[in-house]
């Protein structure tokens, strides 16, 4: 007789983040005694600013412990709309067109929900963050990858974009500053992308979560360009930029029919965001920034080190990243498969690092580091690569 203790067949589609399974197999080294410099988190390093944390325990002291509305305390949605003003030139209205969420990834979790039904395809970039392939896969969607090529600075061509409108494409996600390969998109990209998305009729999944993580020049949001916010969906949070991963909180902007959508899914998942959380992000946003800046600064630093380091040694050809914290070396020439060196490195060198191809089928041939830790860790990890590298 057949057992019903089976699942349902949406798991099968559901995918993870490798970066949780190589923390996994690393820590178990650990606890072996192992000594593992770790590449391959993507979190900062820096703790949370004092400013941040003493009013979370301030609040939490004052009773800020219960249900909050469930699109998020009004002077937090407020706080994020002007400074989203300040930033991008956005005009949001705080009342209805944000949405406080744990995290980033509930974001784009029920943003995905509300809008893709089964049969739609979404455009997205390839490498990118694992989570958008999985939920689009979950609701049945049907991704459609483009390359982010290395001759392009690993920054998507609008021409590229334009080729996979079909008649079932529904949605285009774009992540910029890019995660895993540090590109940013230019201001006449996001443009034409824009205009993609307004002749074509298409939502656009703007995640912008490491923008205030970027180098040489400006971020450019989708969010700045005319009549998008009626179709975009902008994801951002704290995680990165204040160095709040653990906290759990992030935000979604949109127009108040997605808003509102979205708001009846994080009713029936988590009600909403904690309350005490809450209120030290409004400080985050409305205190001092030059907390941000000085981490930007000292990132700043570490890809300049990973970059340099990595280009010395032999078979590794590394870019400099524009943005986020990560790179995104081109490991072809050492003829080794990404995820053999991922486990070679961490065996070996006692390096944990991420493959190219955990971030989609065009990742492969690369590695992916992240530089969001010491800069002595950073010098480290490279001459144990270097090291374990030239025995190949
Ligand atoms: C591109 C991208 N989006 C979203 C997230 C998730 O952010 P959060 O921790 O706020 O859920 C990450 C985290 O690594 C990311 O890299």
Known sequence: ???????????????????????????????????????????????????????????????????????????????IASHLEEKFGADINPNNEVLVMPGAKPGLFTGILSIIDPGDEVIMQNPSFPIYESVVRLVNGKPIPIQLREENDFRLNPEDVRREISEKTKMIILNSPHNPCGSSLLKKEVKELAEIAREND???????????????????????????????????????????????????????????????????????????????????????????????????RRRDAIVKGLNRIEGFDCKTPTGAFYVFPNIKKLGMKSRDLM????????????????FGIYGTGYMRFSYATSLENIIEGIERVKKTVEKI
């Not at 993507?42 to 004092?50: A, K, L, R, W």
């Not at 040489?216 to 009549?227: A, K, N, R, T």
């Not at 009600?271 to 001092?288: D, E, R, W, Y």
């Not at 486990?343 to 955990?358: F, I, P």
């Open 343 to 358: 486990q070679y490195l961490l065996n070996d060198a006692h390096v944990a690092a991420l493959h190219g191809d955990a």
């Open 1 to 79: 007789m057949s057992s019903k203790l089976i699942f349902a067949d949406r798991m099968s589609r559901v995918g993870t983040e490798t970066a949780f399974e190589v923390v996994a197999m690393a820590k178990e080294m650990e606890k072996k005694g192992v000594d593992i410099v770790h590449l391959e988190i993507g979190e900062p390093d820096f703790d949370t600013p004092n400013h941040i944390k003493n009013e979370a325990v301030k609040a939490l002291k004052e009773g800020f412990t219960h249900y909050t509305a469930a699109p998020g305390i009004q002077e937090l949605r407020e706080s």
């Open 202 to 300: 298409l939502w656009i999944m703007s995640d912008e979560i490491y923008s205030d993580i970027i180098y040489d020049e400006e971020h450019h949001s989708m969010l700045s360009e005319p009549e998008m916010k009626e179709r975009t969906i902008l994801i951002h949070g704290f995680s990165k930029s204040y160095a709040m991963t653990g906290w759990r909180l992030g935000y979604a902007i949109g127009n108040p029919e997605i808003i509102s959508r979205m708001t009846k899914l994080q009713i029936n998942i988590n009600s909403c965001a904690t309350a005490f959380i809450q209120k030290a992000a409004i400080k985050a946003l409305n205190g001092p920034q030059d907390c941000v800046v000085e981490m930007v600064g000292e990132y700043k």
